[in-house]
């Protein structure tokens, strides 16, 4: 009796099922479109972005999640020029402490 190898091809009539609407999932859903693949994203949360998230908040905008991006990510590199983003990374000169 053969052996399921556990390796499932995907075929365009069946979609990609991605949960969670994180960076990851966002990643893996771009990869998966970027190839032709259907996709679905299901999340919890009434926005998309996981920890990375910014709140209007009057005339300003406040990071309420991630902190910083470490630029030495090549495929974070790579996607945020993909998605159209990485020109809008500012640089900033970290020097201090991180507490918890």
């Given at each position: 009796m053969p052996?399921?190898?556990?390796?499932?091809?995907?075929?365009?009539?069946q979609p990609?099922?991605?949960?969670?609407?994180?960076?990851?999932?966002?990643t893996a859903a771009w990869e998966l479109k970027r190839r032709g693949?259907?996709?679905r994203v299901i999340e919890a949360t009434p926005h998309l972005g996981g920890r990375i998230?910014?709140?209007?908040?009057?005339?300003?905008?406040v990071e309420t999640g991630m902190q910083f991006y470490y630029s030495?990510?090549?495929?974070t590199n790579r996607l945020?020029?993909?998605?159209?983003?990485f020109d809008q990374l500012v640089p900033i000169?970290?020097?201090?402490q991180i507490f918890w």
């Open positions: 052996r399921d190898s556990g390796i499932h091809h995907v075929t365009a009539e990609v099922l991605v949960l969670g609407g994180g960076i990851a999932g966002m693949i259907p996709v998230h910014t709140v209007r908040e009057g005339a300003g905008l030495a990510y090549k495929q945020l020029r993909e998605v159209g983003l000169d970290v020097r201090g």
